[in-house]
């Protein structure tokens, strides 16, 4: 089992829907979530961190953290062509090590 | 955001030759930076860690005689691709964190091409 795991999609929405993003992981312990966003030929970029149970919005990003069922999701809202890229899934444990544990990643295309 | 700089942005080298990238943290200081290398099409993978002052921790199968790795200041780190081979050619890309908080900031990567 893979310690994060990502459908790897791709994934299609039209313009204007809800892209759902899901993200499970295997280590109980984890305590930082993070949502990157990585164009194509680019690095990647933070949109969003979570730390604690629930849903944290931000604009048309929402993402819910579940940690019983040990699944962090991330919703877009108004999906636009410009949001498809590959979104990465990152975890951190916690402690003193700042080491993330990414997903490979959801291909989303928003299509016009 | 954070902002992290890499430089060079892309190098060609010729095979033998060394390479040297760098990685700024520009508005934080980053007491600990990554270097991951991207194939095309693949998920990132991580090479090394570096602390501040601190030999890099270095990835199994990752050679760290073959890629030196330096981070002698809270917004510098280095990567050196020394004896370059075409097989090095990829994306190299520096990520910095620091502060109470876990997230990563990405610098814009390398491009690695070794003729």
């Known amino acids: 089992q893979k310690e994060v795991e990502q459908n790897s999609g791709p994934l299609s929405v039209p313009e204007g829907a809800i892209a759902s993003l899901n993200c499970t992981y295997s280590?109980?312990?984890?305590?930082?979530f993070f949502w990157y966003r990585q164009y194509s030929g680019k690095s990647p970029e933070l949109i969003m961190s979570?730390?604690?149970?629930g849903d944290k919005e931000d604009g048309r990003f929402t993402a819910q953290l579940n940690k019983a069922s040990q699944y962090v999701s991330l919703l877009i809202r108004d999906s636009q062509p410009s949001d498809s890229a590959t979104y990465l899934c990152a975890v951190n444990r916690g402690g003193s090590a700042r080491q993330l544990t990414f997903g490979s990643g959801t291909q989303l295309t928003v299509l016009p | 955001g954070a902002v992290v700089s890499q430089h060079p942005s892309w190098v060609i080298c010729k095979s033998g030759t060394s390479v040297k990238i760098e990685c700024r943290s520009l508005?934080?200081?980053?007491?600990?930076m990554f270097w991951y290398r991207q194939f095309p099409k693949q998920s990132l993978m991580l090479m090394a860690t570096?602390?501040?002052?601190?030999?890099?921790?270095?990835e199994q199968g990752v050679e760290k005689d073959k890629f030196l790795i330096n981070h002698a200041s809270l917004t510098l780190s280095t990567l050196t691709v020394t004896s370059a081979h075409p097989e090095d050619s990829s994306f190299y890309i520096c990520s910095a964190s620091g502060g109470v908080r876990y997230e990563q900031y990405f610098g814009p990567g390398t491009r690695l091409t070794v003729t």
């Open positions: 508005d934080f200081q980053a007491t600990t």
């Open positions: 979570i730390y604690s149970n």
């Open positions: 280590d109980r312990v984890s305590q930082s």
């Open positions: 570096s602390n501040e002052g601190s030999k890099a921790t270095y």
